[in-house]
């Protein structure tokens, strides 16, 4: 690259002596190289240099950073108006949940409050059918010792009889004459010192 820009500068100073040396001669050749190299046009290069820049800069300055800055301000600004919708919706949220938790536990105190009167009802009602379930108890036991009574009555009754009968008939296959009164004594005497 460096070689190139030396042949360069070589050819372009070989070039202008060339030209002065003919102009000098009042030589008329025409000039052959790169035109932007020709000292004869640095002025209306360095003219219309400064006529590109200073379009440039207007162009750059009155329409193009207007509009990138206003970009960048609509960017700003909905980026800030997004960032207050997000804490909108943050404190929204908050309050929610908020309303949430609180909206919880009065369902959980309100279905404790449910709980203990249901839980009251049961044990009222439970309470009735044990104090009626004991009542039945005790009206059948009272009626099962009165049967029981009864029946131990009714078999000491018969007990009496048959020994009675089963004593006579035992005096009788001895061939002995029976005492009603005599077998009867004996046999209350027995019964008494069996049940004692």
């Not at 006529?51 to 750059?60: E, F, G, K, R, S």
């Not at 997004?82 to 908050?94: G, P, R, S, T, V």
Request: glycine content about 6%; cysteine-free.
């Amino acid at each position: 690259m460096i070689s190139l820009l030396q042949e360069a500068v070589t050819v372009t100073a070989d070039h202008t002596e060339s030209l002065a040396s003919s102009v000098a001669y009042g030589e008329t050749e025409t000039a052959t190289g790169l035109p932007q190299l020709d000292l004869s046009t640095f002025g209306n290069q360095i003219f219309w240099l400064v006529v590109a820049m200073v379009v440039l800069y207007w162009v750059v300055a009155k329409i193009a950073l207007p509009r990138i800055g206003a970009v960048l301000s609509d960017r700003q600004g909905a980026m800030t108006g997004d960032l207050m919708a997000a804490e909108e919706f943050k404190l929204k949220a908050k309050e929610a949940e908020a309303a949430y938790d609180k909206a919880l536990a009065d369902a959980r105190a309100e279905a404790g409050k449910i709980v203990a009167a249901n839980r009251a009802e049961i044990q009222k009602e439970l309470d009735a059918a044990i104090a009626h379930a004991d009542a039945e108890i005790s009206a059948r036991t009272a009626e099962s010792e009165k049967r029981i009574r009864e029946i131990r009555g009714s078999a000491d009754t018969d007990a009496r009889e048959v020994a009675r009968d089963v004593t006579a008939e035992l005096v009788r296959s001895f061939g002995g004459t029976v005492d009603q009164a005599a077998v009867d004594q004996a046999v209350d005497n027995r019964m008494k010192g069996a049940l004692q």
